[in-house]
């Protein structure tokens, strides 16, 4: 029908759609991430990160994979290679075909790759001032020993096949920064790739930056004892099977300081709980709920782990990036039914100590007081050590105590207290505010104060006696 109409051939103005393409999203850590996947799709083994900054800031990415023919290297650099919808291989992490460009092309104005099968090296080269000048996509073949000073190529040159990818003009990276880029890198690349690195036998992969190699964070804390691991379970859409592993994480004080702010990560716990989205073992997404439950304390040591295969994509909403999903709604009502199973049991480790307030073996200072549609934390004025100070005052020191103890409640520094709980736990010491001479002294004053036998029953059911019970003589 559209053969009666006219047509025109109206090309896109190449530098603006450059720009565009510069502009998707990725930042430095991301975008290595993508060159990666290439080099996993690629079957290597290692992957090297070579992070230059003099005599100019230059990034390398070599592999040890199966490496590309020039046919194989010209295809790989056209943009949208491959159809999003074709069948892939397992190991296959992309999608788009656009995975090497983009982000490369954000993160740099040349893009180098070098490629080495069948004892050839063939090499091609995107320049974007020199396609802006000319308004054509016009790939380079630049000279191979322009190249021969990078250790990287000399690596290449001696391997049996493999890939380098080399960024020059990082014109978006100031020098003074590339640094904690690096370490930022670090801890991206342990994360995203750790189940390829904790593999074994051939199927284990290597990644070293500036020849210091990484070792995997496996955000669930699988090695630790009071790690639990709900059963999993596996959901159907469609015709496929998605399998979906919760995890809640050890409360603070089962693991030391240095293990908790290790398993908080640079976003902390409450930041880090969530759905942690897999593809192929790779991880894409985590630390969200999708706008299906809200970010929760409570919550914050429940991580879910969900792996699904790289055929099921847009059931899933995955970006080019790889750094954002959508998951439709048959999905949807499913992980809503997890996730009450899960933080129901995720938020004991907190209720569970919550409810040592109402233990009533102990004669707490501090009460819960609920209300309808409240809830207080209150000092027990009939605390019988309260008590006891009370009837040795007259009345208006009475009063004046008694004002001064509401004031401590009213004004109890909540969201100090939570924030130092969620930040630093171990280094809330409370306990050592009252010393062993105090009690010794309290004991003291108690045992000259001719209490009968229930008085005595009582105070020993205080949590400052209970607790110091090796120190009692209060024998009546």
């Not at 396609?131 to 322009?146: A, G, H, M, V, Y």
């Not at 992969?205 to 210091?212: R, V």
């Not at 969201?415 to 002294?441: S, T």
């Amino acid at each position: 029908m559209h053969d009666i109409y006219e047509s025109t051939v109206v090309n896109p103005n190449v530098a603006n759609l450059i720009t565009s393409l510069r502009d998707i999203g990725y930042n430095f850590e991301i975008a290595i991430a993508d060159i990666v996947d290439n080099s996993i799709s690629a079957d290597c083994k290692n992957v090297e990160i070579f992070a230059l900054q003099y005599p100019e800031n230059k990034v390398c990415i070599l592999d040890d994979g199966d490496g590309m023919d020039e046919a194989e290297l010209i295809e790989a650099m056209r943009l949208a290679t491959q159809h999003p919808l074709i069948e892939r291989s397992e190991r296959d992490l992309g999608r788009f075909g656009l995975g090497l460009k983009t982000a490369s092309f954000s993160q740099c104005k040349k893009l180098t790759v070098a490629s080495k099968k069948n004892e050839i090296i063939n090499i091609r080269q995107w320049d974007l001032e020199f396609i802006s000048k000319k308004n054509e996509w016009l790939l380079l073949t630049p000279d191979l020993f322009s190249y021969g000073k990078l250790p990287a190529f000399d690596l290449l040159k001696k391997s049996q096949s493999g890939t380098l990818v080399i960024w020059e003009d990082l014109d978006r990276i100031e020098g003074f920064e590339f640094s904690s880029l690096i370490d930022k890198l670090r801890s991206h690349l342990s994360l995203v790739f750790h189940r390829f690195m904790e593999a074994t036998g051939n199927k284990k992969l290597k990644i070293s930056i500036n020849n210091h190699s990484l070792e995997p964070f496996n955000p669930f804390n699988v090695t630790h004892n009071a790690t639990q691991q709900i059963n999993e379970e596996k959901i159907k859409v469609f015709d496929e099977f998605v399998a979906i592993q919760p995890y809640i994480l050890p409360h603070h004080s089962k693991i030391s300081q240095q293990e908790f702010e290790r398993y908080a990560t640079e976003d902390g716990y409450t930041k880090s709980q969530g759905f942690y989205l897999y593809r192929g073992n790779r991880l894409l997404i985590y630390g969200t709920w999708w706008g299906l439950h809200k970010m929760s304390d409570a919550h914050k040591l429940v991580r879910i782990r969900i792996d699904i295969s790289n055929t099921q994509d847009t059931y899933w909403g995955i970006d080019i990036k790889k750094s954002t999903a959508k998951p439709v709604g048959i999905i949807r009502d499913d992980l809503k039914r997890i996730i009450a199973q899960v933080t129901e049991k995720g938020s004991r480790p907190f209720t569970g100590r919550g409810k040592k307030i109402e233990d009533k073996t102990t004669k707490n200072f501090w009460l819960l007081k609920p209300e309808s549609d409240s809830i207080s934390f209150i000092l027990d004025l009939e605390h019988p050590i309260l008590q006891s100070i009370l009837i040795s005052l007259n009345e208006d020191a009475r009063q004046l105590l008694i004002l001064y103890l509401k004031g401590v409640q009213a004004y109890l520094p909540l969201d100090a207290i939570q924030a130092q709980l969620n930040q630093n736990p171990h280094a809330i010491k409370q306990d050592e505010l009252i010393a062993e001479n105090d009690i010794y002294k309290l004991i003291e004053i108690i045992n000259g104060m001719n209490l009968d036998q229930d008085a005595i029953s009582l105070l020993l059911k205080t949590e400052v006696l209970k607790k110091h019970n090796n120190l009692l003589g209060l024998e009546k």
